[in-house]
């Protein structure tokens, strides 16, 4: 990974005409650093999908702070790479947030019976009870939680989408999705 200094050269006039806003710097800078920006990001987030995700974040980041590049205080690399570098150290904390926020909202329901205590008397049988809990169940695991912050929680979208630190487009597609496999799992009740 180490880069010729006419390389880092040419890299920092890039990042100084990114700062003006030129498009074919930009494209040039992304030619030259995004397969290093993301093969970096992988080995950080194990994860090709999340990587490349992050990677958008990244450049939409350089185009947006190319003008607080200082050459002084280091490469434009390395400048580049720490900012590949926090986001995935964020994106590694996020997931983390939500892994902890599914195993807590799963304890609180389970010791709590948080399902059936904001709803009215129920109007199905216990085997009826015990069928719409298991269909809840087998929705996977975001899906199963958005359902479980929308509808026992009494959590609105937006912020349900704050809570997982998700963009609120994705919380409602996985409620959408959840409520469809749920429709077709329960038909029979309705």
């Known amino acids: 990974m180490l880069l010729h200094e006419d390389s880092d050269a040419l890299l920092a006039q890039l990042l100084r005409r990114i700062a003006e806003q030129d498009h074919k710097a930009f494209g040039e800078f992304y030619d030259r650093v995004a397969g290093i920006l993301f093969s970096v990001s992988v080995r950080i987030l194990k994860e090709s999908h999340d990587a490349e995700e992050i990677i ?69 049988s216990g085997e009826e009870i015990s069928n719409v809990r298991a269909a809840v169940a087998e929705l996977p695991p975001e899906q199963r939680t958005a359902i479980e912050l929308a509808f026992f929680s009494g959590l609105s979208h937006a912020e349900i989408a704050v809570l997982l630190d998700e963009p609120l487009g994705t919380v409602k597609a996985r409620i ?14 309705l």
């Open 176 to 189: 959408r999705r959840g409520m469809i496999k749920l429709r077709d799992q329960l038909q029979r009740y």
């Open 56 to 124: 958008q974040e990244v450049f939409v980041q350089i185009w947006n702070k190319a003008r607080d590049f200082n050459p002084a205080a280091g490469t434009a690399i390395h400048w580049a790479l720490g900012i590949a570098r926090h986001r995935c150290i964020d994106r590694l904390r996020s997931r983390q947030r939500r892994s902890r926020l599914v195993e807590e909202m799963a304890e609180a329901t389970e010791s709590t019976g948080a399902a059936s205590t904001r709803l009215p008397e129920p109007m199905l």
